[in-house]
């Protein structure tokens, strides 16, 4: 099995052997419609280990609070089918970083209730893209997501699901397209103790990020370190890119019909670094018009080959 060299503290090249293909967690992100536990049996039905779900309509603020059997139903099946961990997508009306008082506010009061329900769930982490500054700056904008950060912290002190910053692909006035602006948001918050982050491959690249070759995934990965901390990456989402390296637009492909390469995927599955860490897909879904196979089969079949790809 190939081997991925990393530096070891004297700064001469080191081999590591890549995780055993049993530690890789793969999942995708799938429909919750007519059940939460739903998710979950379909998790099972196309053997995935993990699975991320929207707790709520992720385009509606409001939503009625989770019933007790849905919750029971949730967690008897997640014992049943061994689906773990189970990570949320949080709402896209979330906009942590904005300058308009009352919409920043009802963000805040929307992401709690999301966090409340994870909690509900045992979820593990609920993903948040940090937000878009829309004028006020980049500075300004982490701030406003430290303070709100903080806030929500607080008020959700007896919680045990973690929030987990999403790596975007800065369209726009979104924040997040660099890991300083990730690290900049979880040093000025007081309390960083639930704050983790989620590794896009998509946004990651539109953002001008590459990772195909040694040098470059080295480059990045070290370049993450620094900025953030690699204690602090929880999650992968593992998408192609429809658009080039520093493209800026996210618009997510399947695996093998994109930017990012075959062997930037193989890289970062044979990280030992990163075994056992959900590895989830947000590709389209559907079925294949040539095979009739699900997308997320053909997808999660490549990813086990991958998981073997000579470096």
Excluded at 75 to 101: K, Q
Excluded at 240 to 251: A, K, L, P, Q, T
Aim: hydrophobic share 40%.
């Amino acid at each position: 099995m190939p081997t991925l060299p990393r530096k070891s503290r004297g700064g001469a090249p080191k081999k590591t052997a890549p995780p055993p293909r049993a530690a890789l967690c793969f999942g995708s992100h799938l429909s919750v419609a007519g059940g939460l536990h739903l998710a979950l049996e379909e998790a099972q039905r196309l053997e995935f280990q993990c699975v991320q779900i929207f707790v709520k309509n992720q385009r509606q603020w409001a939503a009625r609070p989770l019933d007790d059997a849905a919750v029971q139903t949730w967690r008897d099946t997640a014992a049943r089918t061994g689906i773990a961990p189970a990570v949320a997508h949080a709402s896209y009306l979330v906009n942590l970083a904005s300058p308009d008082e009352t919409l920043w506010e009802r963000s805040i009061r929307a992401f709690i209730e999301e966090l409340h329900r994870c909690d509900q769930l045992g979820v593990a982490g609920l993903v948040l893209h940090p937000g878009a500054h829309l004028g006020g700056g980049v500075s300004v904008g982490c701030r406003r997501v430290a303070a709100a950060i903080d806030r929500i912290v607080a008020e959700t002190s007896g919680g045990t699901t973690q929030i987990w910053l999403e790596i975007t692909a800065g369209q726009g006035s979104s924040l997040g397209s660099r890991f300083e602006e990730i690290g900049e948001m979880i040093a000025a918050t007081p309390d960083a103790t639930r704050i983790g982050v989620c590794f896009d491959t998509c946004h990651a690249l539109a953002a001008g990020y590459q990772f195909d070759t040694a040098e470059r995934y080295a480059a990045t990965f070290d370049e993450f370190e620094r900025a953030i901390g690699l204690s602090r990456l929880k999650c992968f989402h593992l998408n192609d890119s429809v658009r080039e390296c520093g493209s800026r637009v996210d618009r997510h492909a399947h695996l093998d019909r994109g930017h990012v390469g075959r062997t930037a995927f193989a890289r970062i599955l044979q990280d030992p670094r990163f075994a056992g860490l959900p590895m989830i897909l947000e590709t389209p879904k559907g079925k294949d018009p040539e095979s009739g196979s699900d997308f997320d089969t053909i997808n999660l079949a490549l990813l086990r080959e991958l998981a073997l790809h000579p470096l």
